[in-house]
Structure formats: C-alpha cells, structure tokens
C-alpha cells in the first residue's frame, strides 16, 4: 500500500512563494507518474501539475503554468511544487497523488491510484 504524505503548506502574502513536499512510502516510486491537485472550498478538485516516472515530463494547468514547477526526486521518494509568485485564488487545500501505471502525465484525477491526505495553502491579498 502506497502512503503520501504532503507538508510545506502555510500562510503566505500574494506574491510569495512556498514549496510543497510529498513523501512517499512502500510501493514502486520511481515507476509511478505523480501530480498535484488542489481543491478550493466549494470547488471541484483540480489539476495542477503533473510528472513522469523519469521526471523527464511535466505539465500543468494553464493557471499555474510559469509560475509552478514540479519536481521529483527518485532517491528520496519524494515530489515537490515550487510555488511562486502566488495569488489568492491559489488558496486551497493541495494534494498529491500517484498514478501506478506511470506511462504519462495525466492530468485527470481518475487515473490516479493514491491520495495524500492534503496540505492547507492560504494566500492572502
């Protein structure tokens, strides 16, 4: 059973930065595709950024893109979301997730197998 575990979350002013970590343990890091999602209270839970296996790839919602960067690290099974030049209506409760087939970046939370238990991002103006 793979267990994701998110930290870096906190209160930050617009225009700050902050960095998400996710650690991962049991199951087959490396092979796993991993994303991020957040969910704004009374919102859907949405995309935010996604890597490959390798870390070769990466994609991202069009309201991050240039302002978020995802990353990973094999060695120590562990995914991070750089976070800059933040906004207000970045505020919401960040997740990661794993995708167990790898093979992409998928951008739908269907494909994805594990869920952190989430980690709180304010923004304030």
């Known amino acids: 059973q793979v267990q994701l575990v998110e930290s870096g979350g906190g209160l930050v002013q617009a225009g700050g930065s902050l960095r998400l970590s996710c650690a991962a343990s049991?199951?087959?890091?490396?092979?796993?595709?991993m994303g991020w999602f957040r969910q704004a209270p009374g919102k859907e839970r949405d995309f935010v950024a996604a890597?490959?296996?390798?870390?070769?790839?990466?994609y991202y919602a069009e309201s991050v893109k240039g302002r978020f960067a995802i990353s990973r690290d094999n060695a120590k099974i562990t995914v991070y979301l750089q976070m800059n030049s933040l906004k207000p209506e970045d505020t919401a409760v960040y997740y990661c997730?794993?995708?167990?087939?790898?093979?992409?970046?998928?951008?739908?939370?269907?494909?994805?197998?594990?869920w952190g238990q989430g980690t709180q991002v304010t923004v304030s103006s």
């Open positions: 997730a794993a995708d167990e087939r790898g093979g992409g970046v998928s951008q739908g939370a269907r494909s994805y197998d594990y």
């Open positions: 049991g199951g087959t890091f490396s092979s796993y595709t």
């Open positions: 890597i490959s296996s390798g870390g070769g790839r990466t």
